[in-house]
């Protein structure tokens, strides 16, 4: 199957293989223009469940996941949600830089409800659960008048970048690069590929690069403490993540500080879908080696991949985190990038004391040692194809990829 082939029985066969990896968990930040009306609601009703924010009332938003809230700067707002799964859950309103604007007490019994009373701002950017931050996760766009918010909240965020569902969305800047995500069936290997193309990428710092989903269910995420991972971006960066997309969306991402950004997607980590970007030098935490990764003992004995990571049964947010390892979520503890419900934070993007930082894992850890991804490289090549990317480094020891 080609990159370009998405027809017939090959493209069933990655659609169903990629779906097993978890649903789109709502496309915040980016919904079709709403009405006036909607946007002076001065009420709004969320359930919460830890597949995400539900939207009840206005009838704009019900039935909508993780839905885009619009509002009118200086206009009172009541914010009200009821558990509905019994799981502990609170929600946040933070700004783009990730600072806590608004907060609501932790619930943890179905049914109990909390509210949330405030005056729309133009720094409001995203609300989430401070206990399930990558699926219960929306976007705020406030305007001034009540006009079209999008309009007026058009820019590409440090933490959150420019969600776009098509190409029908016009970006706030032109892009300077762009980089596919894929999955790709291949025919000597059972299980596909997923990959970011190209896998190394220079740009000048203040560069925009656009991220186009070729394939369904990827997004950009940083390796960084906020996520419970060793920090691999500059140090000023807060932690990065777009939305999980669909097939035909893209995102866009300005890299301001200079250095080495390894970031990854999220439900397919493990899997090698790494990409590698150097701003202007080979400088910061990106920049030092990767620690060689340690496979299971079930994987060195030639099963492959993950427990529960097979063409048939792929999960996200039942048995791999949102960061690709295994086995370690659940209702009560879901994770954002490896970072637990106990661990994480929710709203400064800093770990907490006691926090261990995870390195990248499997083969992501493996493609990001290639030597073709070596900072250098990059700066002199200015991009890496996938194609670059040794093949050992993209099948796990004693199995098969």
């Known amino acids: 199957m080609t990159r370009s082939d998405w027809n017939g029985a090959s493209r069933r066969d990655v659609l169903k293989y990629a779906a097993s990896t978890g649903a789109v968990a709502g496309i915040g930040g980016v919904t079709a223009a709403q009405s006036n009306a909607y946007r002076q609601q001065g009420s709004y009703e969320l359930l919460g469940v830890v597949d995400g924010w539900e939207g009840q009332s206005p009838e704009e938003i019900a039935g909508e996941t993780n839905p885009t809230l619009q509002f009118v700067v200086g206009q009172t707002y009541t914010l009200t949600w009821e558990n509905g799964d019994g799981a502990q ?162 995102w866009l991402y300005t890299f301001d500080e200079p250095g080495v950004y390894d970031l990854y997607c999220g439900p397919h980590e493990f899997l090698g879908m790494v990409v590698r970007v150097v701003a202007g030098e080979a400088s910061g935490p990106g ?39 295994a086995d370690n979520a659940s209702a009560g503890n879901e994770t954002a990038g490896n970072a637990t419900a106990d661990n994480e934070t929710a709203g400064d993007g800093q770990p907490s004391e006691d926090q261990e930082l995870s390195p990248p894992s499997g083969l992501a850890a493996t493609v990001l040692r290639d030597d073709a991804l070596d900072p250098e490289n990059i700066i002199e090549q200015e991009t890496v194809s996938w194609d670059d990317i040794a093949d050992e480094s993209k099948e796990i020891p004693g199995g098969s990829s």
């Open 89 to 250: 859950h609170s929600l946040v309103i933070e700004d783009a830089d990730g600072n806590e604007l608004e907060s609501t007490d932790t619930v943890s019994e179905e049914g109990e409800t909390a509210s949330l009373e405030f005056t729309a701002s133009e720094e409001m950017a995203e609300y989430y659960c401070s206990f399930h931050p990558t699926s219960m996760r929306g976007s705020i766009e406030s305007s001034s008048d009540g006009g079209d918010a999008s309009q007026a909240t058009g820019q590409i965020r440090p933490a959150f970048g420019f969600p776009a569902l098509s190409d029908d969305v016009e970006p706030p800047v032109e892009p300077d690069r762009e980089v596919e995500l894929y999955t790709e069936m291949r025919e000597d290997r059972p299980n596909p590929e997923f990959f970011f193309d190209p896998t190394g990428v220079y740009v000048e710092p203040g560069d925009t690069v656009r991220f186009s989903l070729v394939s369904p269910f990827h997004n950009v995420m940083a390796y960084h403490p906020g996520f419970g991972q060793t920090r691999r971006v500059p140090e000023d960066v807060p932690p990065i993540s777009s939305p999980l997309f669909a097939e035909g969306a893209y």
């Open 287 to 325: 920049a030092e080696e990767v620690p060689e990764p340690a496979f299971s003992a079930s994987q060195d004995a030639g099963e492959g991949v993950p427990a529960n990571v097979t063409a048939e049964n792929a999960t996200v947010g039942a048995n791999e985190t949102a960061g690709g390892q």
